[in-house]
């Protein structure tokens, strides 16, 4: 008797392990493609908490351009990697407003190893469908991000319109036009889970600010 209590203790321990692990905010990194058109640019984003690092990559795997976000100050710095500069990024974008309709179905999709949902955000008035297959994985950082860089294209203020999407990341997002033509296009093609450096998310020893006549 008293070793099944022990078994049902332990099992039921690493049940709550395991449910815990599970809700466990996002740490790691993400790498994804970003298409427009015949352009074709690599993007990293390391996540450790309220930070995130977005690398810009040349088709080499050279770090072009990075980004430092950190969602709980609601600041952007910006850092120039060839020429050891930062800069701070002022958020002075008014957020835009329009009317969009939201669909969350049930066709589902594997997209670099999560299975994901499809939704869709459309607007006639702004000319744009957005279809995006989403995965769950506790992604608290993406809509804290997406409100911090305040970005003025469709594949962020779209997703910013779906209510309930707290925790999720979108593996794949297709823009299109009303008449089915592809604007842009954003593919996961790499998830990783696993501790990041705090060392990722400040400005490295050795930059200088710039700063703006």
Request: include cysteine; proline fraction near 4%; charge should be positive.
């Amino acid at each position: 008797m008293k070793g099944s209590i022990r078994t049902l203790t332990v099992a039921c321990g690493l049940a709550a392990l395991a449910v815990a692990t599970q809700a466990q905010s996002f740490e790691g990194t993400i790498e994804f493609t970003k298409t427009t058109g015949p352009v074709v640019t690599n993007y990293k984003y390391y996540v450790k908490g309220d930070h995130v690092r977005i690398e810009e990559l040349s088709a080499r795997g050279n770090v072009q351009g990075i980004m430092l976000v950190d969602n709980r100050d609601r600041t952007v710095t910006a850092l120039s990697p060839d020429r050891k500069l930062f800069m701070d990024v002022p958020n002075m974008r008014l957020p835009k407003d329009f009317k969009a309709e939201v669909k969350k179905t049930t066709e589902m999709k594997d997209i670099a190893g999560y299975k994901c949902e499809k939704w869709t955000v459309k607007s006639p008035s702004e000319d744009r469908l957005l279809t995006y297959w989403v995965a769950q994985d506790a992604f608290d950082f993406f809509i804290p991000m997406l409100e911090t860089l305040n970005r003025k294209d469709e594949q962020a203020l779209f997703f910013l319109k779906i209510d309930g999407a707290k925790g999720v990341f979108p593996m794949l997002g297709v823009e299109q036009k009303a008449d089915g033509s592809e604007v842009s296009r954003l593919e996961v093609t790499k998830v990783g889970r696993g501790a990041q450096k705090p060392e990722l998310f400040q400005v490295p020893a050795g930059f200088t600010k710039f700063e703006r006549n």
